[in-house]
């Protein structure tokens, strides 16, 4: 009986020290946890390697495909550029969201006062890299436009990994996949031969392949009538003599002045008696793309999905 007795007494003791351990385990983590040292993921991008808190809470973004993103996987974004945002994320134009300069000027007093977990910038703010990442940590999710795709993807497993969206990522991508096989397909049965233009009043520049805009040529099939044009951020100066030289069956045009506050519309100044004699015209083939995807926020989910539609529609006329 003392044995049974002094076994019950030894067990009870046993459990009680191993609620103590327990509970002082629990209180060591409760302690980790209260100390704010948030889980961190390493971004390498075009500018550099940084440490990024995952989840960050407060975000500034300065590229408005990487916003389109964010807005489309339901991110919360606390500072935007307001300045030139495309229609259709007007919604941060509201004063729910910080204004945090322009595309070329980051306010950095406002940034400071933000004080965000992270600054996501692309090639406009490039040069400023260095005092933005003395701010916050800061990376560079800039498309490679020579290697469209693989710089989209690579971006978007960036932001998959950062905010954890991987699994609404990849679907993402799935279907954006599958629209632009059935596009490629369609232009090559089409095989009509396209030349693009940037229309900034009353100047025009041409885009080929492996350029800003060549994803047109190099990802979604379409020929170019010109193969030697010069790349270029802004494009090959050219001239409406030019156009007629080449005498595209598609005339594919951004209009800058569109996004910028022009008062000329591109179709006044493209549609003139030069341009009306090439087939693009006399077939009714000259294509005015929206700006706010090609010009001010290339390589969103959003704006990429766009991009394919618009092609897609004009082989379809």
């Not at 980790?32 to 960050?56: C, F, I, M, Y």
């Not at 992270?118 to 990376?139: C, H, N």
């Not at 006044?268 to 929206?290: F, G, P, R, S």
Request: with cysteine; net charge negative.
């Amino acid at each position: 009986m003392r044995k049974l007795l002094l076994i019950t007494v030894l067990s009870g003791l046993m459990v009680f020290v191993a609620a103590c351990g327990s509970s002082s385990d629990s209180s060591e983590e409760d302690k980790g946890n209260a100390s704010g040292e948030a889980e961190k993921v390493t971004v390498n991008h075009e500018l550099g390697e940084t440490d990024v808190p995952k989840n960050p809470e407060k975000v500034v973004v300065f590229d408005f495909g990487t916003l389109d993103t964010l807005d489309k996987l339901g991110v919360n974004v606390t500072g935007v550029p307001k300045g030139s945002i495309p229609d259709y994320l007007e919604k941060y134009k509201s004063d729910k969201y910080a204004n945090a300069g322009s595309l070329k000027e980051p306010d950095f007093d406002k940034l400071a006062q933000i004080n965000p977990d992270l600054i996501i910038i692309s090639g406009r703010q490039a040069s400023l890299y260095d005092q933005l990442k003395e701010i916050a940590p800061t990376v560079h999710l800039g498309v490679d436009t020579t290697r469209y795709m693989d710089s989209f993807k690579e971006n978007l497993n960036k932001i998959g990994t950062i905010f954890g969206k991987q699994d609404e990522i990849d679907k993402e991508l799935e279907a954006i996949e599958k629209s632009i096989a059935d596009l490629k397909e369609k232009a090559e049965a089409s095989n009509k031969e396209a030349l693009i233009i940037l229309a900034n009043d009353d100047k025009i520049s041409a885009y080929g392949p492996n350029s800003r805009f060549g994803i047109i040529h190099d990802v979604f099939g379409v020929p170019a009538v010109d193969k030697n044009i010069e790349v270029s951020t802004h494009g090959m100066n050219v001239s409406f003599e030019y156009v007629v030289e080449q005498n595209p069956e598609m005339l594919y045009v951004i209009d800058r002045g569109a996004v910028v506050g022009s008062e000329s519309s591109a179709k006044q100044v493209v549609e003139n008696d030069l341009t009306k004699k090439t087939k693009a015209y006399k077939n009714d083939n000259i294509v005015y793309l929206n700006p706010d995807y090609w010009y001010l926020s290339g390589g969103g989910l959003v704006s990429v999905q766009e991009m394919v539609n618009e092609i897609d529609e004009s082989l379809s006329e």
